[in-house]
């Protein structure tokens, strides 16, 4: 924080420390701007230690992020344990694992891969990335560390790539308090949908924008899409396929949310239309549940039950009709159909989220 283009791992950071701030003294090493700029946030201090929502965190200025910088900054603490938040960020992964290679830096290193060797991820600048993992393993990058694996799945993407890796799971956390008692009007023949994320290849927005052009439908369709937008080039393809909309169905882009503002948004939402090409974990659809608004997501998300409850559903990439079908079946819905789905959202991830597995979980992992 204050960043969130990166999306969901800023979260995932966040709801850690809120959670495990009592268990651990937390330090954390980052930059002074947001993903994609080099505007510095307002009013924070920059190359040195500063308390930021009750955490000690450094914001290295870019002209300071050097290696020699990193070494003095890291050994400063005498960390037990350097919690790497990434896979290919040069600087916050790939250099500290060299330099611990090195013995240049101190305390075990854990490593967090967020979802990044999931196929869908690695689909996209495939040939980069598999040069980058032949030498990682030539060198010996990787060995000594334990990897961090949030779900079962993600622990055997990881183990494809490092047959001898040693990793322990521990479920991803969200420290967003359950919207109990929503109060949104839906009326039949009327849907907001809403995106909530990175507008970035792997999220498949353009795979929404194509389904909502291709429906044949009576009443009216809002999708409001929310994020960071990586890649301008990418997002161009997304505009030119707004402008094949029916007329009954509208896009707009409202741009960045701040994580404050991110449940009062969502609550006044029918449902989040994400068909992710792939997701660890998926910050945006656990705070869309949280906040009593179902989902319609892909089957590359860990929240591929959500049907069997009935609040939203996850549906393959393959099958593009059945996307349809069902944002057809819930333009259909009236005030009581809805309401009786999104109670179903807080049942359904109460009893996925529990905040005490999370902390022993996360203290086997540390310790």
């Known amino acids: 924080m204050p960043g969130n283009k990166a999306g969901g791992p800023v979260k995932s950071v966040y709801s ?29 201090k920059s190359n040195v230690w500063v308390k930021k929502n009750e955490t000690t965190v450094y914001y290295f200025s ?15 603490i005498k960390p037990d ?17 060299w330099l611990k290679k090195q013995n240049k830096i101190e305390g075990k290193l854990i490593l967090a891969p ?6 869908g991820a690695l689909s996209l600048k495939s040939v980069k990335k598999k040069t980058f993992m032949f030498m990682s393993k030539i060198f010996g990058l990787h060995e000594g560390v ?18 001898n890796a040693k990793i322990k799971v521990a ?57 960071s937008i990586e890649d301008k080039e990418y997002w161009n393809e997304c505009e030119s396929i707004m402008k094949k909309l029916p007329e009954n169905i509208k896009v707009n882009y409202r741009g960045e949310l701040s994580y404050e503002n991110v449940q009062a948004a969502i609550s006044s939402y029918h449902y989040l239309f994400m068909p992710t090409l792939n997701e660890n974990y998926g910050h945006s659809i656990v705070e869309s549940l949280l906040s009593a608004c179902p989902v319609i997501i892909s089957d590359r998300t860990p929240w591929n ?17 059945r996307f349809k079908e069902e944002i057809l079946k819930v333009l259909k ?35």
Not at 83 to 93: H, T
């Open 114 to 119: 967020r979802g990044m060797l999931g196929g």
């Open 171 to 227: 479920s991803n956390v969200n420290s967003t308090l359950a919207l109990k008692n929503k109060a949104t009007d839906k009326k039949a023949g009327e849907l907001r949908l809403f995106f909530l994320s990175r507008v970035a290849r792997v999220k498949n927005v353009h795979f929404a924008l194509e389904i909502l052009s291709e429906l044949q439908c009576e009443g009216t369709i809002i999708y409001d899409i929310y994020g």
């Open 333 to 367: 819905l009236d005030g009581p159909g809805y309401t009786e789905v999104s109670k179903n959202c807080i049942t359904f991830i109460e009893k996925r989220i529990n905040s005490g597995q999370n902390i022993s979980a996360y203290k086997e992992l540390f310790l």
């Open 81 to 97: 344990i350097v919690y790497l938040n990434s896979f290919w960020s040069f600087y916050f992964s790939i250099l500290p694992l």
């Open 16 to 44: 850690l420390l809120n959670l495990l701030k009592d268990e651990f003294d937390f330090f954390i090493v980052t930059v002074n701007c947001d993903l994609g700029t080099d505007i510095p946030y307002e009013n924070l």
């Open 305 to 321: 039950d959500v049907g069997m409850s009935n609040c939203g559903c996850a549906i393959s990439l393959e099958d593009k009709n």
């Open 62 to 76: 870019k002209s300071e992020l050097n290696k020699q910088n990193l070494i003095k900054v890291i050994n400063e």
């Open 146 to 163: 334990l990897f961090h694996a949030t779900t079962i799945n993600e622990e055997k993407e990881i183990q494809q790539f490092f047959r």
